[in-house]
């Protein structure tokens, strides 16, 4: 991200975008199965690349205006969050192969 700004003089919202499709999408591939038994230590490693990249997007600013300003959450909220759909989801479908598996 670093390059993209200095060599292509990407904007905030280039950059954004460019943080979503490349970097939170790989961060959040199968949470559903894996968030849940995370740690605290490797949830803050994730949470220092968010942190990272929305510097890079607005170096001026802290990281709880950054998250205002480009209208996220702290990445730990958003794995919950996605979990938190995925399952209800599932507990509303009972044909879903897992739904018979699953405590609510």
């Given at each position: 991200m670093r390059k993209?700004?200095?060599?292509?003089?990407?904007?905030?919202q280039g950059l954004?975008?460019?943080?979503?499709s490349n970097?939170?999408?790989v961060i959040s591939y199968a949470a559903q199965a894996w968030f849940s038994l995370l740690g605290e230590h490797n949830r803050e490693r994730?949470?220092?690349?968010?942190?990272?990249?929305?510097?890079?997007?607005?170096?001026?600013?802290?990281?709880?205006d950054?998250?205002?300003?480009?209208?996220?959450?702290?990445?730990?909220e958003f794995l919950f969050e996605l979990s938190r759909?995925?399952?209800n989801k599932m507990r509303?479908?009972?044909?879903?192969?897992?739904?018979?598996?699953?405590v609510f």
């Open positions: 993209l700004r200095a060599i292509s003089g990407y904007d905030v954004k975008t460019f943080y979503f970097i939170r999408s994730l949470e220092r690349i968010q942190r990272s990249c929305t510097k890079i997007m607005l170096p001026e600013s802290e990281y709880p950054r998250l205002a300003i480009l209208n996220m959450t702290v990445l730990s759909s995925y399952f509303q479908d009972e044909r879903h192969p897992l739904f018979d598996r699953l």
